[in-house]
């Protein structure tokens, strides 16, 4: 067995000789991200190796090393690099997820509200019932009719917003949003729907979506005194490998031709089914899908912005890590996506990043020459 130490963890693990080095990074446990999952196209996933005096013996390699020195050590792909010796591992500091601004509102037309989940009181038995549609589906003690939720998410290849809305009134009570945590084992939507295509892979996918959406309601519950028990339903919105993915269905179809969907239509689920913790009778609901590449959040934005029943030419556009854009022309409706990670986010490529701290804002020259650089947090440049 060799020895490696992963710092600034000070973890010590064994590993067999010859095993990929972002293998190992990640089975002590660490939040390492592999944006392109591991094929050596991205160049996301350097590490430095320290004690470069025995190198090449320790290590053997697909790439040959970003670059070498005997002060700093070794830089690395760690999913390109085998180790076969005792070698030290340095790796980059954490992106604090705090540095990134999600935009979680915008402009809302009035719609009449309808509600799929309504309340009704009984003064005989002071009790009062729970409907989704016609279907009964539970009876509380009391008049609790004042008191009925549900939470709304978008969940996007990147980011999750999820917001508690009070569905008496139709108004948004709180939202919360966070990185989605499938990121670190794969940036674009592609290479998700290749990871859940392997044995455990949606299973690994699904827990860590349900486990942080689970969180973030935790949060929105806490933060303004409402039970979980009074949210009866979630909507869930995203691309239509966010909405497999999420409902635990193989998207392994969506990943070659003909690029079929196994959710298409609007879906309702038992909450429990899923994984999501709200009122244990509570229900999902997965809005209709267009495509294998225009999913249900475009199908929402269609609805929000009343884009099928307007007379004027409109074009719609999502400019998210998967793009979508829809031409609206009086009741005309066609949509087309592309994967606009790459341009935007630096998905996939070796140079760029997101737009967190550290990334290069603007570049200009001044008048003596100089080169100034605006980054943003006001720190060293990182991408
Ligand atoms: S994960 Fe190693 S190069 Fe992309």
């Given at each position: 067995m060799t020895n490696i130490t992963i710092l600034p963890h000070n973890l010590k693990i064994n590993a067999r000789p010859g095993e990929k080095l972002s293998n190992i990074i990640r089975s002590a446990g660490i939040s390492f991200e592999m944006p392109c999952n591991g094929n050596g196209t991205c160049g996301k996933c350097v590490v430095i190796l320290q004690n470069a005096n025995n190198y090449p013996e320790n290590i053997h390699q697909n790439r040959l090393p970003l670059s070498i020195s005997q002060k700093k050590g070794i830089k690395v792909l760690a999913c390109q690099t085998f180790v076969t010796d005792d070698v030290t591992v340095e790796l980059p500091a954490e992106e604090g997820k705090e540095t990134l601004t999600i935009i979680d509102s915008g402009i809302c037309r009035s719609i009449p509200l309808k509600p799929h989940i309504y309340k009704t009181y009984d003064n005989k038995t002071n009790s009062t019932s729970v409907f989704a549609g016609s279907e009964l589906l539970i009876v509380e003690e009391t008049n609790t009719t004042n008191e009925i939720y549900g939470v709304v998410i978008d969940i996007g290849t990147t980011t999750l917003v999820v917001s508690l809305c009070d569905i008496s009134n139709g108004k948004t009570v709180a939202k919360v949003s966070s990185?989605?945590?499938?990121?670190?084992?794969?940036?674009?939507?592609?290479?998700?729907?290749?990871?859940?295509?392997?044995?455990?892979?949606?299973?690994?996918?699904?827990?860590?979506?349900?486990?942080?959406?689970?969180?973030?309601?935790?949060?929105?519950?806490?933060?303004?005194?409402?039970?979980?028990?009074?949210?009866?339903?979630?909507?869930?919105?995203?691309?239509?490998?966010?909405?497999?993915?999420?409902?635990?269905?193989?998207?392994?179809?969506?990943?070659?031709?003909?690029?079929?969907?196994?959710?298409?239509?609007?879906?309702?689920?038992?909450?429990?089914?899923?994984?999501?913790?709200?009122?244990?009778?509570g229900i999902v609901?997965?809005?209709?899908?267009?495509?294998?590449?225009?999913?249900?959040?475009?199908?929402?934005?269609?609805?929000?912005?009343?884009?099928?029943?307007?007379?004027?030419?409109?074009?719609f556009i999502d400019i998210g890590t998967n793009g979508e854009m829809v031409l609206a022309n009086n009741g005309y409706v066609v949509a087309t996506s592309t994967a606009a990670g790459p341009a935007f986010e630096?998905?996939?490529?070796?140079?760029?990043?997101?737009?967190?701290?550290?990334?290069?804002?603007?570049?200009?020259?001044?008048?003596?020459?100089?080169?100034?650089?605006?980054?943003?947090?006001?720190?060293?440049?990182?991408?």
């Open positions: 990185l989605n945590p499938q990121s670190i084992y794969a940036h674009d939507v592609l290479s998700r729907i290749s990871i859940a295509s392997e044995e455990d892979g949606l299973a690994k996918l699904h827990k860590l979506l349900i486990d942080e959406l689970n969180h973030l309601i935790e949060i929105l519950s806490k933060e303004n005194t409402i039970s979980i028990d009074r949210i009866y339903e979630v909507v869930l919105s995203g691309n239509t490998c966010m909405l497999h993915l999420v409902s635990k269905t193989n998207p392994s179809a969506l990943g070659h031709y003909p690029f079929t969907n196994v959710i298409e239509g609007l879906h309702r689920l038992p909450a429990k089914q899923v994984g999501l913790r709200i009122n244990p009778d609901c997965l809005p209709p899908t267009i495509s294998a590449f225009v999913g249900a959040d475009i199908t929402s934005g269609i609805l929000a912005t009343d884009l099928h029943n307007r007379k004027e030419c409109i074009l630096c998905m996939n490529i070796t140079s760029g990043m997101r737009a967190q701290t550290g990334a290069l804002e603007r570049v200009s020259i001044n008048r003596h020459g100089d080169l100034v650089l605006k980054v943003i947090g006001d720190t060293e440049p990182k991408g």
